[in-house]
């Protein structure tokens, strides 16, 4: 098979929840850039509305739609429009997810007492169940209806490396959020897969995103976490397309049920 047919994507129609920044916007271009019909769904509209932009003025087939995802009923009928926009949906980024904030050592590695567990506040603990966990499965729900029912698809989360791991520079509310995703992805890939329905799961490091107010975008924060990687680097959005456009495309035809680390080889250890 000749790879333009293997990562082809021409076409697909898809759907990325948190698509107008970050590695939600790095898989929306993607998919664009190789003719796929894309749908960004984000809770910023003005930010959505300039990615879409970008992306029309390079001559994708590219439309945007506001989204909360802890609207449970909103994410339903974006996945229901956009499926009966294009008349079927064949991807879905399951990317939509927030930061709970640092873990309970700053990078000196000094306790803050702040995020000790005794001290973290219900109101985080539920903002971040809302959005990383019921706001995914919802999506994953929506999306599974259309999919079952035409025989195909494939659904991508965004998940990360702290569901390896224990966390202590990240905040142990994220960390548990995301924690259920992949139980949830795994449950969705067997039930699906008879379907011909693909449910994998995409675990990036730390990234250069927008993700906890953009704190990794200032060179002095992010060369804490560069120093952590045996790549000497953190991830920046573009090194996940060539992953999101693997899982999207016939090139991952027999994979269903895996979630693929994605950060320089950060899970392995410090180098030097």
Known sequence: ??????????GLATLVT?????????????????????TIADANSETMKEAVAKLQARGGDVRGVELNVTDRAAVRRVVDDTAAHYG????????AGISGGPGFLNTDRTRNPDRMLENIPDELVDR?????YKGIFTTIQAAARHMRAQ???????????STFHAEIFVGAP??????????????????????NVQVNAMAPGPFVTNIGGGRLQDP????????????????????????????????????TGAQIVIDGGATLGMAD
């Open 1 to 10: 098979m000749k790879i333009e047919q293997l990562f082809g994507v021409k």
């Open 18 to 38: 948190g698509g107008a920044s970050g590695i939600g916007f790095a898989c929306a271009e993607a998919m664009s850039d190789n003719s796929a019909r894309v």
């Open 88 to 95: 079927r949906l064949d991807v879905v980024f399951a990317n």
């Open 128 to 132: 971040l169940i809302e959005v990383n």
């Open 151 to 161: 025989r195909s698809g494939r659904i991508i989360v965004t998940s990360t490396i």
């Open 174 to 195: 994220y960390v548990i959020s995301k924690a259920g995703l992949m139980q949830m992805m795994r449950q969705a890939a067997i039930e699906l897969a008879g379907y």
């Open 220 to 255: 002095a924060a992010r060369s804490f976490f560069d120093k952590l990687s045996p790549s000497h680097r953190i991830g920046r959005p573009e090194d996940i397309q060539g992953l999101a456009l693997f899982l999207a495309s016939p090139a991952s035809s027999h994979i």
